[in-house]
């Protein structure tokens, strides 16, 4: 599963790739969070081709027990789990919870889940 297409280099992706619906939930937001006319429209191009190119993985009930343990791990490490930080916590539990590794630009996100999900850092290259 991957997270933010529009920064990495594709030849650092798997030749699959999956998107969760709470990225495409985060995508959706994106161009009500802006008032500059050109950001707005990049962010509905970007949500647009990614709605065209995915079928989003949902967040079902084993996501549901997989946040469960994400947000313990969390918790653990004493980091908090509110906020903008749950939406990317909700997504590593859909991948965990389909068994996919989570590709990001923000590996440090998600250093305290430890052995529970494979993160896979990516460079931001565009």
Do not use: W
């Amino acid at each position: 599963m991957v997270v933010d297409l529009d920064r990495v280099d594709p030849a650092d992706l798997p030749l699959e790739l999956a998107v969760s619906a709470m990225t495409l939930a985060e995508l959706a937001a994106g161009p009500h969070a802006t008032s500059d006319r050109a950001e707005r429209a990049r962010r509905q191009d970007r949500l647009q081709r990614v709605e065209a190119t995915f079928d989003p993985l949902p967040f079902d009930a084993a996501a549901a027990r997989a946040y469960g343990r994400i947000y313990a791990a969390v918790t653990a490490a004493g980091r908090k789990a509110r906020g903008r930080r749950a939406i990317d916590l909700l997504i590593a539990a859909t991948a965990l919870a389909a068994g996919l590794p989570l590709y990001t630009c923000n590996p440090d996100d998600f250093d305290q889940l430890g052995a529970q999900l494979d993160v896979v850092a990516l460079t931001p290259g565009r």
